[in-house]
């Protein structure tokens, strides 16, 4: 089974890899369109949110499913959905704004899209920051689950970046805002179906003795 794991893994690091050797070489052959740096930057968000949604539907898989490896591979696709964000914010700082520090602070504070997602990566980094072992322990599984749910939020916000990003066409944002209700409604569900087992009454059986 380890071994299984660990081709699954490799696999997955490889396909994780894939877009970002796609927008590599679309800009080594100059095939990004009129304008490559709105369509790399775009690109390499789109992957962010795409990987996001990808590991909040982990849970959800197994569920369904009973695979309980799918969870072994949760932090690779949390950790590289971070990554692309990274990356995603990497090239609207240096090929868009080229660092200028005082637009880039206008930006963020007129544009609600910007706002939006500089929040969202902002709640990514704690997320990154304590996905070893090591915090994990550190922090104590019960922590680490609440520090972790944040990821709903960034989902939220994430979906509302891109959504007011593109302004004209929302299909693309609709179709990953329903995505991301589905994945939240059932987590909501599935907390709500725990509680109400916990919280139901539980009727002591008293045997009937029958006299002779």
């Given at each position: 089974?380890?071994?299984?794991?660990a081709a699954?893994?490799?696999v997955l690091f490889v396909c994780c890899l894939l877009p970002l050797a796609?927008?590599?070489?679309?800009?080594?052959?100059?095939?990004?369109?009129?304008n490559p740096i709105?369509?790399?930057?775009?690109?390499?968000g789109d992957w962010a949110l795409r990987l996001l949604l990808i590991?909040?539907?982990?849970?959800?898989?197994?569920?369904?499913?009973?695979?309980?490896?799918?969870?072994?591979?949760?932090?690779?696709?949390?950790?590289?959905?971070?990554?692309?964000?990274?990356?995603?914010?990497v090239a609207y700082l240096w090929l868009d704004?080229?660092?200028d520090w005082v637009d880039i602070g206008r930006d963020i504070l007129k544009r609600p899209f910007i706002t939006v997602g500089m929040?969202?990566?902002?709640?990514?980094?704690?997320?990154?920051?304590?996905?070893?072992?090591?915090?994990?322990?550190?922090?104590?599984?019960?922590?680490?689950?609440?520090?972790?749910?944040?990821?709903?939020?960034?989902?939220?916000?994430a979906v509302l970046h891109f959504t007011w990003m593109v302004k004209?066409?929302?299909?693309?944002?609709?179709?990953?805002g329903a995505l991301v209700a589905i994945l939240l409604g059932l987590r909501a569900w599935w907390r709500f179906d725990d509680a109400r087992g916990t919280l139901a009454p539980r009727h002591r059986i008293i045997p009937i003795q029958i006299r002779r």
């Open positions: 089974m380890e071994k299984r794991i699954a893994k490799a796609h927008y590599g070489i679309a800009l080594w052959q100059d095939t990004l369109g009129a709105e369509a790399l930057t775009r690109g390499l590991t909040l539907a982990v849970t959800p898989l197994r569920r369904a499913t009973g695979w309980a490896w799918l969870l072994r591979l949760r932090r690779m696709l949390g950790l590289f959905a971070f990554f692309y964000a990274c990356l995603h914010l704004q080229f660092f929040a969202t990566f902002l709640l990514l980094v704690p997320l990154a920051a304590t996905s070893t072992n090591a915090m994990i322990r550190r922090l104590g599984g019960r922590r680490w689950q609440r520090l972790h749910r944040l990821i709903y939020p960034a989902a939220l916000l004209v066409d929302i299909t693309e944002p609709a179709l990953y």
